[in-house]
């Protein structure tokens, strides 16, 4: 057994230990033994998926393990990439999750599901036939939707969003059962082996790919079908969120590259342009909804759209270069798309985390009642910090080189002739610049207004910094963003092996070690030299205000208030207000309900008591989209009504005339 | 767009010859801004008089920026501050604290008779008294309301230019 | 070197610009060193650290000053040479700029003061529109080029200058000019000169700086105002930058660049005498303007080829 086999086998062991390990100790030490079996899991995971992507490759098949079909599973580099971040995830949400129990979350069912989320996740990619994929991907809907749940007794919005999903995430079962049955019908084997040597006509290819890319679409929150993420990665514990928007979303995209780009060997050019056109909406769509949103989750579950759609886009570009014949830059768009899948699992599992932190310290994720956090919680908010710089694609943080590389693919793809890349490609460009602005003031307003400034409720002004395992599970993940930041050469060889698997053999597009240096196109960029010249311009900086001559203490004072009386956290901007311009810039996307209610003294109309505000953004898209679905659904249901009225006589006849119809439609047929 | 550019064609140069450089003593403080003030205005209580001079002595005619002052909007950017009426009641504590959020050093100019004596409005049951009994005063600009010359004066002992 | 020129030229120029503004209001006008004066009092005079405020706060203005240094050193003002070649990518440049303002909304956030919170929700509305025409304007430039690279697209430039009258590079260099007065906050975006805090956009947050500080933030923007005018000049009339090493040729690269930034200054602060100020929510019309015009550069550098 090689590397990737021991590591994948002890994963998979570990968490089915610490599962049993949660049913059977007391509840005291349960989170304790959970968080670390998992984390030693997600661990071993990494090990696996590094060594993958290295190069080794691991195949088993167990047919008497499952009825019909049997398990069988196979690691090689894609899957192993896939491998890798989740077991990274997962490593730094089972640190994170031996202290985050609070009320709910520490008991037997839950602590015992988590590691089992953990290991369907850490199969889904290795899995090797069309069954053992859609067992896993199941089985990965089922934990998911039973951890979501956890906190249903707390707060009854969790319902409400546990229903979205499961509803959602099956309707998306749905749609890959269907394509992945009429592949393998067609290809005479369920095995990905036999599927990969299937010769498919174009449209029943085309029907295959378009089925199961609103499966996988559904999974990766990718517009029209994002309509669970905002609801369930915000009502799931903050650890499971984390897990669930910077790991299991992957796997959406996991499975449009296996399917599109593996086993249907790429396919014609309109497939990736779906794929980029949809990718491209929801970017936008899901940047702006970030932007609205006063909720902290929220806010981090829109963002997993927006960044899922770039990733969309890169695929979209490199399966549409590759449709083209354009090897270098189809591998160039690709590792861009998987390196911002890399970087979005770092960023998004320390944001998450760290906003789990200070739900855990305050109470609330409204960003409208936070504010001043920096005082009670100085790593939590350093925290929050990195993950936004990353987040917000500015140098040097994480998401900033991915969008490069991103944009370095498309601005060479301008110059492909073809008139699809001519349209597209600087429509592809607007898209992710506008994105790119858009998360820049995303998150300066998640961090700026949660973070600093001043507490906007005793639950913020009370606010405590976390237990240390909390904090140590963020340390993790923001040293992996950082030195993703800084040294992204270090998981070029692996993206472009993975490259190699998606669409058949490309050329390594990016090298060097330091430097970032495209392959035959022009471009470089150092991310490290970048950061040092920036540490140093600061260094001269300081060195320059320290000169003598220039005072160097600070008398303190109070804030300039006008001169009037001290300020209150009332006057501050708050995430609403600071929201609001940029809400009326994109008044006809977003569509946002205002209430102003104006309250008057009785003596006269002109003197006004109070004033009230009310604005909600709601989804649009939810509301075009899913509304009118869900009247026909219920008038339906109404309709149903009127015929089950209880009489058992009416229902014996419903038998019958229904036996009676299909007997004359055999009549006729025959 | 053409009829402005005419119009600036047609005026030329509005501002005034400078006049000599204003003798007298400078305060101390003065002397370390090194030719720059930056001018913060507080209206403690005036009629605005006071405010239409400090417009003019700031615009084209007179122009005190020549001298190196500029009006700022906020006290922390300020070298100065320039007072005017007399100090009203409501007025006293935000002026104090408008001095204190000026980094040192730091000035006081009082404009008008009645920021230096409280002027007709002496002894109003509304008014605390002359800017000196609620801030340290550096110099002071007669009239009611003082002519923009005055107050350029005042302005050019600040910078020194 | 390059950042010398540029600390030692910044305030200057943005002392040319308020004497151009001056002389055509009819005024005699303060001198082109004022600025300077301004720096040297405001480094002498005291710090404050407001109550409640943080380390962000302290450490804005430093950012704001170094992501302009780097940008300064790297860009090809002077000579096509690039000290940090790696670095000299025309996004990195773009998202290092667009750094120092998010340190400074940050800041002005930090204060807690509803000024300083309104100036920050205002600059961010406005770079969410500003970044975007701006990496649009430079797809424009760099498909031509084939890089993105600042050097490789200026000394591109100088090789074929029949280029820069295609209809691709007259509308990306029209829509980069609004997006630099917009991100230099210039008229008719902000008011530079304003004391109506609702009026404010840059000053807004800037309320509560004084001292070194408020003189860092000062350089700062004067230094961003020339390296945008600078990338301006280089980027669409790039004659005079020195392609060797040769003292002679960096002396002529420096007097073509003076010149070139004295120039676009001018035409700047003349242009703004007759701008008046636009409302807050007529500036985002403005920039999806610019942002349509660096589409349609891009769809013209291809279709016009």
């Known amino acids: 057994m090689n590397l990737a086999a021991t590591g994948l086998v002890v994963a998979a062991a570990l968490g089915g230990l610490s599962a049993v390990v949660a049913l059977v100790v007391p509840t005291r030490p349960r989170p304790v033994l959970v968080g670390l079996g998992t984390a030693a899991s997600g661990a071993a995971a990494v090990t696996a998926g590094v060594a993958a992507t290295g190069g080794q490759s691991f195949a088993v098949s167990l047919p008497e393990l499952l009825p019909l079909f049997g398990v069988s599973l196979e690691l090689d580099a894609l899957g192993g990439l896939f491998v890798a971040v989740t077991g990274g995830v997962a490593v730094v949400a089972g640190i994170f999750g031996m202290s985050y129990s609070r009320h709910g979350i520490g008991g037997r069912s839950v602590q015992s599901v988590f590691p089992l989320f953990v290991v ?74 036999a599927l990969r040597r299937a010769d498919l006509s174009p449209g029943v290819a085309g029907v295959v790919f378009v089925l199961t890319l609103l499966g996988f679409a559904s999974k990766a929150g990718i517009l029209p079908l994002h309509a669970w993420l905002p609801r369930a990665h915000p009502e799931a514990p903050s650890h499971v969120s984390a897990l669930m928007s910077a790991a299991m979303v992957n796997l959406g995209v996991y499975g449009i590259a296996r399917v599109g780009g593996d086993l249907l060997g790429g396919g014609p050019a309109w497939w990736w342009l779906l794929v980029l056109g949809l990718g491209a909406v929801s970017a936008v769509y899901g940047i702006l909804q970030a932007a609205m949103s006063a909720d902290l989750k929220r806010l981090l579950g829109y963002s997993t759209t927006e960044n899922m759609g770039l990733v969309l886009v890169g695929l979209g570009a490199a399966g549409l270069f590759a449709s083209s014949g354009q090897r270098v830059l189809a591998g160039l768009a690709l590792a861009a798309a998987l390196l911002h899948v890399i970087n979005h ?12 932190s200070v739900l855990h310290g305050t109470g609330t994720r409204d960003l409208d009642a936070l504010g001043g956090l920096r005082r009670g919680m100085p790593v939590t908010t350093a925290a929050f910090g990195v993950g936004a710089l990353a987040a917000s694609a500015l140098p040097p943080g994480t998401a900033f080189v991915s969008e490069w590389l991103l944009l370095q693919a498309l601005v060479h793809g301008v110059a492909v002739p073809g008139l699809a890349t001519a349209i597209v490609m600087p429509v592809a460009v607007a898209v992710v610049a506008l994105t790119a602005g858009l998360a820049v003031a995303t998150f300066v307003k998640a961090f700026g207004v949660g973070f600093l400034a001043k507490p906007r409720s005793a639950g913020a002004q009370q606010a405590t910094e976390s237990p240390a395992t909390m904090l140590v599970g963020m340390a993790f993940a923001g040293a992996a963003c950082v030195v993703l930041a800084l040294e992204p050469a270090m998981v070029l060889p692996a993206l472009a092996r993975v490259g190699g698997v998606v669409f058949g053999s490309l050329e390594s597009a990016v090298g060097g070690e330091v430097t970032l240096r495209l392959e035959g196109v022009a471009g470089v960029l150092s991310p490290l030299l970048l950061a040092l010249a920036l540490l140093a311009a600061v260094v001269v900086t300081v060195a320059a205000v320290r000169a003598p001559g220039v005072r160097a203490a600070r008398r303190e004072a109070r804030l300039w208030d006008c001169g009037g009386g001290p300020m209150s956290a009332r006057m501050e901007y708050t995430a609403t207000s600071f929201a609001e311009p940029l809400q009326r810039v994109f008044d006809d996307v977003v569509q946002p309900e205002l209430d102003v209610d104006v309250d008057h003294h009785e003596e006269s109309a002109y003197l006004v008591r109070a004033v009230e505000y009310r604005r909600r953004v709601a989804d649009r898209v939810e509301r075009r989209l899913y509304e009118p679905v869900l009247a026909v659904a219920w008038r339906w249901g109404e309709a149903g009504r009127g015929l089950a009225n209880g009489s058992v006589h009416r229902y014996l006849g419903y038998g019958f005339y229904t036996l009676c119809g299909l007997l004359i439609v055999l009549v006729v047929l025959r | 767009m053409l009829g402005l550019w005419r119009k600036i064609r047609r005026t030329g140069r509005v501002a005034e010859a400078a006049p000599p450089r204003p003798d007298g003593e400078r305060p101390e403080a003065a002397r370390r801004l090194g030719g720059s003030v930056q001018v913060r205005h507080v209206d403690a209580g005036s009629c605005n008089g006071c405010e239409v001079e400090i417009g003019s002595a700031f615009g084209p005619v007179y122009d005190a920026e020549r001298y190196g002052a500029r009006l700022v909007a906020s006290p922390r950017h300020a070298d100065a501050l320039l007072v005017t009426g007399p100090v009203t009641r409501n007025m006293a504590e935000p002026l104090r604290r408008t001095f204190e959020a000026v980094p040192q050093p730091r000035l006081v100019v009082a404009v008008g008779d009645c920021a230096r004596n409280c002027g007709v409005f002496a002894g109003a049951y509304g008014v605390v008294g002359p800017v000196s009994e609620v801030v340290r005063v550096d110099v002071e600009v007669a009239g009611c309301p003082p002519r923009p010359e005055a107050i350029v004066e005042a302005l050019r002992k600040l910078t020194g230019r | 070197m390059q950042a010398l020129l540029v600390v030692a030229v910044a305030p200057l120029l943005v002392g040319l610009m308020r004497q151009i503004r001056a002389r055509l209001e009819g005024r005699a006008g303060a001198g082109v060193a004022q600025p300077w004066r301004d720096l040297r009092k405001l480094l002498r005079k005291e710090r404050i650290a407001p109550r409640g405020t943080s380390e962000v706060f302290r450490a804005a203005p430093l950012v704001l000053v170094a992501t302009t240094l780097v940008v300064a050193v790297v860009a090809p003002f002077v000579t096509t040479a690039s000290a940090i070649d790696p670095v000299a990518d025309l996004f990195a440049v773009v998202a290092l700029l667009a750094l120092g303002t998010v340190a400074l909304a940050l800041a002005g956030l930090d204060t807690g003061t509803a000024f300083g919170g309104m100036g920050a929700s205002r600059e961010m509305t406005i770079i969410a529109l500003v970044e975007p025409t701006m990496l649009v304007a430079i797809v424009a430039l760099s498909v031509r080029a084939g890089s993105t690279n600042l050097a490789t697209i200026v000394s591109s430039t100088l090789h074929d200058p029949a280029r820069l009258v295609s209809p691709a590079s007259l509308l990306a260099a029209a829509a980069l000019v609004v997006v630099i007065v917009a991100e230099t906050g210039r008229l008719p975006v902000d008011n530079p000169s304003t004391h109506l805090e609702l009026s404010m956009v840059h000053e807004a947050m800037v309320l509560e700086y004084a001292g070194p500080d408020l003189a860092l933030i000062e350089l700062a923007s004067a230094m961003r105002l020339t390296v945008f005018l600078g990338l301006l000049a280089n980027l669409f009339l790039p004659w005079g930058i020195a392609t060797t090493a040769t003292p002679l040729a960096l002396l002529l690269g420096v007097l073509a660049l003076l010149v070139k930034i004295a120039l676009l200054g001018a035409v700047l602060a003349a242009g703004e005498v007759f701008l008046a100020k636009l409302r807050l929510f007529r500036v985002p019309e403005l920039l999806a303007g610019s942002f349509v015009l660096a589409l349609l550069a891009v769809a013209a550098s291809f279709f016009l080829a």
Do not use: I, N
Not at chain 1, 345 to 356: D, N, V, Y
């Open chain 1, 120 to 193: 369907v996740m850490l199969l889904v990619p290795v899995a090797a036939s069309v069954g053992t994929f859609l067992v896993c991907w199941e089985l990965m809907a089922l934990t998911s939707l039973l951890l979501v749940a956890a906190e249903h007794r707390q707060r009854p919005e969790v319902a409400s969003a546990v229903r979205w999903y499961a509803v959602m995430t099956h309707l998306g079962l749905v749609s890959v059962l269907f394509g992945l049955l009429v592949f393998a019908a067609r290809a005479g084997g369920d095995s990905f082996d």
């Open chain 1, 345 to 356: 699992a770092s960023f998004k599992s320390l944001l998450f985390l760290a906003a789990g």
